[in-house]
């Protein structure tokens, strides 16, 4: 079997690749020109700049059986603009002449934030309604593929991804950001009041999710990408200390919450695991 990857150098698309090379599959990782050279000799790679991916970038991928899309640019402005405007037609015009050109299995990475303000536990059976740019831009990317499923028949898995954390973060994310203050050994470190929940997911155990997906051609339609353990964020943060063995004192209530996020919201992930379970 065949695999691409796009985003194969991003945080995810990383631990995605490291776990789907231990396997017995054909990875080729798709990444932007100035990223060449961030993969072994030994990794197949693919030169390729999304927005002028040319002709037929499913040939130049190899035709690959399965396509992992973890591409996205303008992260973590999550309210901007650039994602409708530049970033959803660039993703659409590339999966589209890749389901033309004969791709039978996708899985694409969305976004919790899909759900908007809803709060509590979250399944799939509920409705998208993102107040987010980036949730929109997500959920219209969704809607178009499940329109061009009706038409070309492929698979398709659809993730939401909540709060994955850990090596190779964006030092934006608060995980990164508490690791550079403890390094930095800091006395203490600012952050919101805490209190918001969350659904904390180790970035190593979503990679695992995502290339068993991708490698057993598994059609999930939309599917729960987290723990379902709801999770204080402050205590998510307690934790992490605790783990590095770090002593630092959280400075609570200087920062404002996201107002692009509810208070309190968790994902039921009872389909991924389902899913796994049955590929087993």
């Known amino acids: 079997m065949r695999i691409a990857v796009t985003g194969a150098s991003g945080f995810v698309g990383q631990h995605v690749m490291r776990t789907l090379l231990a396997e017995d599959v054909d990875v080729v990782a798709v990444l932007r020109p100035t990223s060449i050279g961030h993969f072994k000799e030994s990794v197949e790679v693919v030169s390729m700049d999304l927005a002028n991916h040319g002709h037929d970038p499913f040939a130049r991928m190899g035709r690959p059986d399965a396509l992992i899309h973890l591409a996205w640019g303008g992260l973590p402005q999550y309210q901007s603009n650039r994602h409708?405007?530049?970033?959803?037609?660039?993703?659409?015009?590339?999966?589209?002449?890749?389901?033309?050109?004969?791709?039978?299995?996708?899985?694409?990475?969305?976004?919790?934030?899909?759900?908007?303000?809803?709060?509590?536990?979250?399944?799939?059976?509920?409705?998208?309604?993102?107040?987010?740019?980036?949730?929109?831009?997500?959920?219209?990317?969704?809607?178009?593929?499940?329109?061009?499923?009706?038409?070309?028949?492929f698979g398709l898995t659809w993730l939401r991804m909540f709060y994955l954390y850990g090596p190779g973060q964006a030092a934006t994310s608060l995980y990164s950001q508490l690791k550079a203050a403890v390094a930095r050994?800091?006395?203490?470190?600012?952050?919101?009041?805490?209190?918001?929940?969350?659904?904390?997911?180790?970035v190593q155990e979503a990679a695992r999710c995502i290339a068993q997906i991708g490698s057993r051609g598994i059609d999930g339609n939309i599917v729960n990408l987290c723990s379902s353990h709801p999770q204080r964020?402050?205590?998510?943060?307690?934790?992490?200390?605790?783990?590095?063995?770090?002593?630092?004192?959280?400075?609570?209530?200087?920062?404002?919450?996201?107002?692009?996020?509810?208070f309190a919201f968790w994902g039921n992930r009872a389909k991924l695991d389902s899913l796994l379970g049955a590929a087993t």
């Open 185 to 202: 050994r800091d006395a203490t470190f600012a952050m919101s009041r805490g209190d918001q929940v969350r659904d904390f997911m180790p």
């Open 84 to 153: 409708i405007d530049t970033e959803l037609p660039i993703q659409l015009a590339f999966l589209e002449c890749c389901i033309r050109s004969g791709l039978k299995h996708l899985v694409v990475t969305g976004t919790c934030l899909e759900y908007g303000l809803q709060t509590g536990e979250l399944d799939e059976s509920q409705p998208a309604d993102p107040v987010s740019s980036y949730g929109k831009a997500k959920d219209l990317l969704r809607r178009d593929l499940e329109r061009l499923q009706a038409q070309y028949g």
């Open 233 to 262: 964020v402050v205590e998510a943060a307690r934790a992490w200390l605790r783990e590095w063995n770090a002593s630092l004192e959280l400075s609570t209530g200087v920062l404002p919450y996201p107002e692009y996020e509810p």
